[in-house]
């Protein structure tokens, strides 16, 4: 993938990454109104690292920031858009959809198919 799309999807990627910090930081600190009493960002990406906090969060968030963190790190390794099962590169409408996802559309539906077939 060209330099400037990879660019592109670690930018959505880090802004998402906050914005759900910040949210899940709204829901341990039981904050609900204002931003005055937010902690920098500084701040915020020392919370990530901290692991009370990351258990203290709800499954949904902590689930997805780690999603999020492996696919900055795929970006990062170069292996981002690059899908797991087939090696395919995946979509980049699909990416732009779900830049999380680790599988092309097609292996995306065989997986579903499979669980599917297995009643999960
Ligand atoms: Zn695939």
Same mark, same amino acid.
């Given at each position: 993938m060209e330099e400037k799309k990879l660019e592109y999807? =670690?930018?959505m990627l880090k802004e998402r990454f906050q914005e759900l910090l910040a949210e899940a930081e /709204? !829901?341990? !600190? $039981?904050m609900t109104t204002g931003n005055e009493n937010y902690p920098?960002? !500084?701040d915020r990406a020392s919370l990530e690292s901290d692991r009370n906090f990351m258990l203290r969060i709800r499954d949904r968030e902590r689930k997805l920031l780690s /999603?999020? *963190? *492996?696919a900055l790190e =795929?970006?990062?390794?170069?292996e981002f $858009?690059?899908?797991e099962m087939c090696g395919d590169e995946i979509g980049e409408e699909r990416l732009k959809a779900r830049p999380v996802t680790t599988y092309c559309i097609s292996c995306k539906k065989k997986q579903e198919a499979v669980e599917k077939a297995r009643g999960l």
């Open positions: 999807f =670690r930018e /709204k !829901t341990v !600190t $039981g920098d960002p !500084t /999603k999020i *963190s *492996s =795929r970006i990062d390794a170069g $858009g690059i899908c």
